[in-house]
């Protein structure tokens, strides 16, 4: 009896997955089914998705800096000794020879901590963090460009797929057209003229009909590679005008407020900044504190025990750089920020600006209309300036060399 009832369940779940996968084939595929199938499926988009998870482990790698760093040794190995020796007794000199193998044995521990390292540990934190923020950014776009291309997929099957129909359906009628042609011809009402007309007119629909297959084909592999699932029976698109902005000006506020790109090319100007304060950080003295403690046995013909343990403050000064570090400025406003006549924040304010414009155009080059050009200057004043870049750079040159004498 048990058995009967076991083949009975196993026959009503034989017949219920039947009648799913049949309703399954039966239902037309939508538009959002495509997309999720895409979202799921995309080569591109799994591929960033392990890229994001990669980025973040920068953040972990960055605050281990916060923490000590603890290191353990230990030595140890076979050590053979010999030794010979004369020993004076009752006037006679008495030769003594010994020979021994000996085991010594070292363990030692270390533990680091860094007190300053002119906040390099903090700004690599937060550097980390808008990596993580950019690629995740990235992978919107990425998201949004998988998106667009899956519904163009289905779109162009849709259209593909209506065209090849109508081109069907063209030729049949041409076929038709053709027959009553000829039967014309038989009974005298056309000319042979007229029936090499209607020919030449199906065979360039059994022409198009041709590039409609062909057409079909192309667009049932391109929706197979985005989609990542053979195309079925295809419902209609739904439309997005509930979606979009009302305006135009809405459209562009809401781009740069939320565009991804934006977004990621905002946070690349923040880690690029702070790859400024990092290089500036390693410029500033070390201060650590270090604890080490070992303990060894050399026994021996004399056996020798040591224990030491000490707690050391290490303090480290750059006083030289590479000259190789030191490379010009890509653009004026960068070096100006570097010589201290504007501040990081503004140009970090201004970089974000011109990637929110960056966005729609190219951002234009404002000048103001009471400032002319650097060739139209007075003499004076270009003296006046040539003066002022020769000051900072003095300053700054003297302000090295204090730095290196303190």
């Not at 109508?166 to 038989?186: A, P, S």
């Not at 979606?243 to 135009?248: D, F, I, M, Q, R």
Request: net charge positive; charged share 20%; glycine share 8%.
């Amino acid at each position: 009896m048990r058995g009967v009832w076991t083949y009975l369940w196993a026959v009503t779940g034989v017949a219920v997955a039947a009648a799913g996968i049949g309703s399954r084939q039966a239902a037309a595929d939508t538009l959002e089914w495509a997309l999720v199938q895409a979202y799921q499926n995309n080569p591109s988009l799994n591929a960033q998705r392990a890229a994001l998870r990669a980025t973040d482990e920068n953040v972990p790698q960055a605050l281990s800096g916060y923490r000590p760093k603890l290191s353990v040794t230990a030595n140890g190995g076979a050590e053979y000794q010999k030794s010979a020796s004369q020993i004076p007794v009752a006037g006679a000199l008495v030769n003594s020879t010994a020979a021994q193998t000996f085991y010594p044995r070292i363990i030692g521990a270390t533990a680091t901590y860094t007190l300053f390292n002119g906040l390099q540990t903090a700004n690599r934190t937060r550097q980390a963090e808008s990596q993580v923020m950019g690629a995740r950014e990235t992978l919107r776009v990425t998201e949004q460009q998988v998106l667009l291309d899956a519904a163009t997929a289905y779109m162009n099957l849709l259209r593909d797929a209506a065209i090849l129909e109508l081109n069907r359906r063209n030729v049949e009628v041409l076929t038709e057209q053709l027959k009553q042609t000829r039967d014309r011809f038989n009974v005298g009402e056309v000319t042979r003229t007229d029936v090499a007309q209607a020919e030449s007119r199906l065979a360039a629909g059994r022409s198009a009909l041709l590039g409609a297959q062909s057409n079909y084909v192309t667009s049932q592999a391109n929706y197979r590679r985005v989609i990542g699932v053979d195309p079925g029976r295809l419902g209609p698109g739904t439309p997005v005008d509930r979606l979009s902005p009302g305006t135009l000006a809405r459209a562009i506020v809401e781009g740069q407020q939320q565009s991804p790109s934006v977004l990621a090319a905002m946070y690349g100007v923040d880690i690029a900044e702070l790859t400024v304060k990092i290089s500036e950080g390693a410029l500033y003295p070390n201060l650590g504190v270090t604890a080490a403690a070992s303990q060894g046995w050399q026994p021996g013909f004399l056996a020798i025990h040591q224990t030491q343990a000490s707690v050391l403050g290490q303090r480290q000064c750059r006083f030289t750089r590479a000259a190789a570090n030191i490379r010009p400025s890509a653009s004026p406003r960068s070096r100006w920020a570097s010589s201290g006549l504007i501040s990081t924040s503004t140009a970090t304010r201004r970089g974000r600006r011109w990637c929110r414009a960056g966005a729609s155009s190219t951002p234009p080059r404002r000048r103001s209309k009471r400032q002319p050009h650097r060739s139209t200057l007075p003499r004076s004043r270009s003296t006046a300036c040539a003066r002022r870049r020769g000051w900072d750079s003095a300053r700054r040159s003297t302000c090295s060399m204090r730095s290196r004498n303190w």
